[in-house]
């Protein structure tokens, strides 16, 4: 077996962990649990962390437990946030949780030809035959109120004089509760969460103590952020998803290809299964010729992968090439609209209707009446230009400013318009 916690270490993921947990897992094969919060229906890269540290749990021979919390996400985790969140109907939670299984499956092997395959739970599954009177009388006494508030999370909205919910009061016990029974009912002896979920674990290790008088093993990783202070994962359309819907994959594909050197040499550690060798050997090439971003492109070619499949990556690192001028005309329709948009986010765009394009006889008319102004100033400079070779529509050059206009439309109605090397526009026909 693999150590787990040298591989946390190494990749710098290693937070804080109760004693005795490499003895613990060093004795054979152990389970772990950590815990997804299904608000949403797909996971985010903040998620990523959290996904990668249950890969190489399992990677190193154990046994990975994804929690969804169909029950505390009808409740929402107050740890560290400034207010109560608004509570999900169970089946939101339910078509979410889905959701997100599909997304874990990338990452962690579900089979049941393995002896430590993933297994995927829900804590309503069991939170939902207790009562009220049942859980205040069977769980509750076990923890004091001044243990629970002396949790950080709780303090912290108490002092900011934002007041705190019995309801959102009550997320550690049931969260506590949690590690509990995949204790007792699972053999798993392990939680593993982020650095802000520390408090919420190590009171479900005190009620594994006081309730089955056993011991259990709490261990977090860091909070990712990024070099200069920003939170990670965001961007200034919001939050960085997995589902293609939300984020498209050259859209995910770029924020990683846009990361700082600083962050880049972090990330690949963290969001990646290369081994230390090659990570070391990736930032010597780094080193000698940062300008070829090597280790940004690795980064995002192998997380893109991961998540999107080997053909999406090729698709958005083609698309990534667009703007520098290595593609062509079969790469630009290979994109779907979406990604089209995105590439040529900010260009200039002209719309003509569908019959004042069937009108157009030659490649001079295009850039006549109905789009001049916008490409260019007159017909005379686009005829200047096009003779001198410097005007390419959808990646093929124009050659005779009177030839044929005999031009295919992206995703039926694009015209892609390069002028010189940098200037693009683009022509709706709609």
């Keep these: 077996m693999n150590s787990f916690i040298e591989e946390l270490k190494w990749r710098g993921m290693l937070q804080d962990m109760t004693p005795g947990i490499e003895e613990h897992l060093s004795k054979g094969m152990a389970s772990a649990y950590l815990g997804f919060d299904p608000t949403a229906d797909s996971l985010h890269i903040g998620h990523l962390v959290g996904v ?22 009808m409740i929402g985790d107050p740890s560290f ?21 599909s997304q874990l499956a990338k990452f962690l092997d579900f089979s049941a030809k393995e002896a ?8 309503y599954d069991w939170m939902s035959k207790f009562s009220f009177l049942d859980f205040i009388r069977e769980v509750g006494k076990h923890i004091t109120v001044n243990y629970m508030m002396g949790k950080d ?3 912290r909205r108490l002092e900011d004089g934002n ?24 053999n798993c002896s392990v939680q593993l969460g982020g650095s802000d979920q520390w408090g919420n674990i190590v009171t479900g290790t005190e009620l594994i103590r006081r309730m089955g008088g056993g011991s259990a093993f709490a261990l977090t990783v860091p909070l990712i952020t990024k070099a200069d202070g920003t939170k990670f994962g965001k961007t200034e359309s919001g939050s960085v998803w997995l589902d293609p819907e939300k984020t498209s994959p050259y859209a995910f594909y770029q924020f990683w290809l846009n990361v700082s050197d600083e962050d880049a040499s972090k990330y690949i550690r963290i969001f990646t299964t290369l081994d230390q060798e090659s990570v070391l050997t990736l930032e ?3 080193a000698e010729a940062p300008h070829l971003r090597i280790l940004q492109k690795e980064l995002g070619k192998s997380i893109t992968t991961m998540v999107h499949g080997a053909k999406e990556f090729e698709i958005a690192e083609k ?54 102004g916008v490409v260019f100033a007159s017909k005379g400079e686009a005829r200047k230009m096009i003779q001198g070779g410097g005007v390419s529509i959808n990646k093929e050059k124009l050659q005779d400013p009177n030839a044929d206009l005999s031009v295919s439309l992206l995703q039926d109605k694009y015209l892609l318009v390069q002028k010189g090397k940098k200037n693009y526009f683009i022509i709706e026909v709609a």
């Design 52 to 73: 990668m540290t249950l890969l190489h749990f399992q990677r190193a021979g154990h046994r990975p437990f994804a929690l969804v919390g169909g029950a505390t996400g």
């Design 153 to 155: 999370s709780v303090k």
């Design 163 to 186: 007041g705190l919910s019995f309801t959102e009061f009550s997320y550690q016990l049931i969260q506590g509760y949690d590690f509990y029974h995949l204790w007792k009912n699972e």
């Design 319 to 372: 698309a990534s090439q667009i703007l520098f001028g290595k593609s062509s005309t079969e790469d630009l329709a290979a994109l779907d609209e979406r990604t089209f948009l995105q590439v040529f986010d900010g260009v200039p765009q002209v719309k003509i209707s569908t019959a004042e394009f069937q009108e157009l006889s030659t490649n001079l008319d295009l850039f006549g009446e109905v789009t001049q």
């Design 116 to 123: 430590n395959q993933a297994v995927l739970v829900n804590n």
């Design 81 to 101: 946030k400034s207010a109560e969140r608004n509570l999900l109907s169970k089946e939101t939670l339910d078509h979410n949780i889905s959701c997100i299984k």
């Design 284 to 286: 010597a090439q780094h």
